[in-house]
C-alpha cells in the first residue's frame, strides 16, 4: 500500500486528486493539508510514502515546506507539482529535496506512474527532461564554486563512477550509458547505485544536481 499525502492550497484540486488516488488499488490518502506548514507538520505526524506538493502556497510555500520535509530524515519523499508558468521554482524543489516534479496537467497514469516510482525510490523526472530544464534555467542558476578536485565527494569515487556521474548529469539513460561504455544496463544500474551512495544524492535527479554544481555537465552538453 502506497500511503499519500495532498498538498494543495485550492480544495477543488485536492479533492480531484483524493479522488483520482482513491480509486486506484494500493493507494491510500492519509490526509490533506492546504499550505506548508501544515504539511511539514502531517508528514511527521503520518509518515506517508509519498507527499503531492503544491508549489505556490500562502505562508511556507511547497519549495520550504519540501526542504523541511526532506531535511528531517524522515521517510516521506516529496513529489512536487507545477505548471509551466512556474518553471522557475524547478530547481529550487529540486535542490530543497524533492525527489522531482510533474505537472499539473499531467495525464492521470502519468500522476499515478509518478507516485509509484517516488514511493520505491526512483526519480520522477526522466534523465533528458532534467537535463533540458537545467539548461533552461542555467542563466538563473549560481556558477559552479569551488574546485571540485577538493571535494571529497568526488575523490571517493573510482574512474569510473566519476565518468558515470558525469554521463548521469548529461542526462544520459542506463542504456545509453551503457551503449556508450560498452557495459550491461545492470552493470550501469550498480555503478549509478554506488555513485548515489558516494556522493549522498536521495536519487538520480539529485546527482543531476550535484554534477552541474560542481561544473562536471554544463548547459548544452548533453549529447554523446
Not at 530547481?91 to 502519468?110: I, N, Q, V, Y
Amino acid at each position: 500500500m502506497t500511503t499519500v499525502l495532498i498538498v494543495d492550497d485550492q480544495p477543488l484540486q485536492r479533492y480531484g486528486f483524493r479522488l483520482l488516488l482513491e480509486s486506484v488499488p494500493g493507494t491510500e490518502v492519509v490526509g490533506e493539508s492546504a499550505h506548508g506548514a501544515e504539511a511539514v507538520r502531517m508528514a511527521a505526524e503520518l509518515r506517508p510514502d509519498v507527499v503531492l506538493m503544491d508549489v505556490r502556497m500562502p505562508g511556507m510555500d511547497g519549495i520550504e515546506a519540501t526542504r523541511r520535509i526532506a531535511g528531517s530524515g524522515g521517510r516521506s519523499r516529496v513529489l512536487v507539482l507545477t505548471t509551466f508558468d512556474l518553471d522557475e521554482y524547478v530547481h529550487a524543489a529540486l535542490r530543497a529535496g524533492a525527489s522531482g516534479f510533474l505537472l499539473k496537467d499531467a495525464r492521470p497514469e502519468e500522476l499515478l506512474a509518478g507516485i509509484r516510482a517516488v514511493a520505491v525510490g526512483d526519480a520522477v523526472i526522466a534523465p533528458a527532461l532534467t537535463r533540458r530544464l537545467l539548461d533552461e534555467f542555467a542563466r538563473l542558476l549560481p556558477r559552479p564554486a569551488g574546485d571540485p578536485a577538493e571535494d571529497t565527494r568526488l575523490n571517493s569515487l573510482t574512474e569510473r563512477e566519476r565518468e558515470i556521474l558525469v554521463a548521469i548529469g548529461r542526462g544520459w539513460t542506463n542504456g545509453e550509458i551503457a551503449a556508450r561504455f560498452v557495459l550491461s544496463e545492470s552493470t550501469v544500474k550498480t555503478h549509478v547505485g554506488r555513485v548515489l551512495a558516494k556522493i549522498g544524492a536521495r536519487d538520480r535527479v539529485q546527482a543531476v544536481i550535484f554534477a552541474y554544481d560542481r561544473g562536471l555537465a554544463l548547459p548544452g552538453d548533453g549529447g554523446q
